[in-house]
């Protein structure tokens, strides 16, 4: 049991009544004072204005200045070390993100302060806005190299080792610690970046702001749920976990911060900041629109098709597409802004629409699932998918991702673990953060060291250290 009176694992649920009882906590509202405290994770005392820079400002100034922001910048979005220098990284999707869920969060926060009469609480809608901005911005931080295709290759490398020591398995990791290794989430390990790596050993790490924290964590539970409770909920926010074990407590004191719902008596799960719906939006939009943009670029997707997935959302009459001789891409630029803004209205419209249900919890969907272009986003994604995601160039960043990430991991989590004369030689390449050999650390802790160490990797370092222990490079 911890300080926050939960157990660390949820007892089975059975189907029958059993979303009655998981949403037993949602008869109270959340308040939107108290979702927006300027209170930060790790600290006590009250924070002075210093010229009129917010606290939530001032999370996004401390995240930009931050090296887990600044390493996004070779990190793959889709295409992985792209030659063409106009194509998206991790970092600049993150700013793209950022801007979008700045607009959502002002025109959110406008109709809210009016709403509830709030400009004489204090409250902005700047306020709201910000703190989506800084979310936004952060939303990526905890991606390994590779993509999603690094965290499929953590997930892969911890059962290949875990299988190999299935003898005393049970003795090493607890069924919640396993979880986290066995859906190895980088939503998770973002927030633990944002909670504790990043400047310790202070308690909160970069000490953000609370709204900011909840706002950033789409998906407020722990890995380790009962099979029945997935399959009788299916919110948006329960398809995936996050925070580790190792930084359950202080989600905790988040949530209980921020007045977030708890959804369990015996789990760590809440229902989800308001605002974090407006974060996921930003970035469903931005890569909703802007893969196609991309794809057009590298050649994945002709012109006209780009110009009639885009113009779907875009609405321009087709006279007016193009005037004083634009290019294909100059018109491809103008669409895509237009697509953009179009759902940035539409969005808010949906979140304001529902407002009463998310701040009681009950509602749990993703905004742009209940768009009217709902439909046409879909038909999107299948083209991205078909013509970009499964392009043998995409492929095999893919592939080279897993074999990559996975021969690390391996190295790295038996150099950690077991005593052998290439452990031992593979340990000392550890940096001094991940490798003391003081530690009483436990295996759980070791094995995350090693995950903080492989995420925290850019693209091109995780690729250059894989070559130097196959022996391909020994520069």
């Known amino acids: ?27 109270a509202m959340m308040d939107w004072k108290k979702l927006l405290t300027p209170k930060r994770l790790g600290k006590t005392e009250v924070e002075n204005l210093q010229f009129d820079r917010t606290p939530f400002q001032r999370d996004y100034d401390r995240l930009v200045f931050s090296s887990p922001f600044r390493r996004l910048k070779d990190k793959t979005q889709v295409f992985s070390l792209s030659t063409n220098d106009y194509i998206r990284t991790r970092l600049i999707h993150s700013l793209e993100v950022s801007c979008v869920g700045r607009s959502l969060g002002r025109i959110v926060g406008e109709a809210i302060v009016k709403k509830y009469d709030f400009n004489q609480d204090g409250l902005r809608a700047s306020d709201f806005g910000d703190i989506v901005f800084a979310a936004c911005l952060a939303h990526d931080i905890g991606n390994p190299p590779f993509g999603h295709s690094g965290e499929d290759a953590i997930r892969t490398g911890f059962e290949s080792w875990y299988n190999t020591v299935n003898h005393v398995r049970e003795k090493l990791l607890s069924k919640s610690q396993e979880a986290d290794f066995d859906s190895f989430e980088g939503n998770a390990q973002g927030f633990r970046i944002l909670s504790k790596l990043e400047m310790p050993p202070k308690k909160g790490g970069m000490q953000l702001t609370c709204p900011t924290l909840a706002a950033f964590t789409k998906y407020p539970r722990e890995s380790l749920l009962s099979e029945s409770t997935l399959n009788c909920y299916s919110g948006r926010s329960v398809k995936k976990y996050g925070f580790f074990q190792a930084e359950k407590d202080l989600f905790a004191e988040v949530a209980e911060t921020v007045g977030l719902i708890r959804r369990h008596d015996n789990a760590a799960w809440w229902s989800r900041h308001p605002l974090a719906f407006l974060v996921e939006a930003a970035d469903d939009i931005c890569y909703s629109i802007v893969d196609v943009e991309d794809a057009h670029r590298m050649g994945y997707i002709s012109f006209d098709k780009t110009k009639e997935l885009l113009n779907v959302v875009a609405n321009i009459a087709n006279k007016d597409i193009q005037y004083h001789g634009e290019s294909n891409t100059e018109i491809v630029k103008r669409l895509r802004a237009l697509a953009i803004n179009e759902l940035i209205n539409e969005a808010s419209d949906i979140f304001l629409k529902h407002e009463e249900d998310i701040l009681s919890g009950e509602f749990d969907k993703d905004l742009l699932s209940l768009s009217t272009y709902a439909n046409h986003l879909e038909e999107i994604g299948k083209e991205t998918r078909s013509a970009v995601f499964q392009h043998p160039d995409v492929v095999s960043i893919q592939i080279a991702g897993y074999e990559v990430l996975g021969k690390l991991f391996a190295e790295f989590v038996n150099a950690v673990l077991h005593n052998s004369k290439k452990g031992n030689l593979v340990y000392h390449m550890l940096p001094k953060e991940y490798n003391d050999p003081n530690s009483d650390e436990d295996t759980y802790n070791k094995i995350l060291r090693v995950t903080d160490y492989i995420s925290g990797m850019t693209d091109s370092y995780a690729t250059s250290l894989f070559q130097q222990f196959s022996g391909i490079s020994l520069g």
Do not use: F
């Open 1 to 27: 049991m911890s300080q926050y009176g939960y157990n660390v694992a949820l007892p089975i649920v059975s189907s029958s009544g059993a979303l009655s009882n998981l949403l037993s906590h949602n008869t």
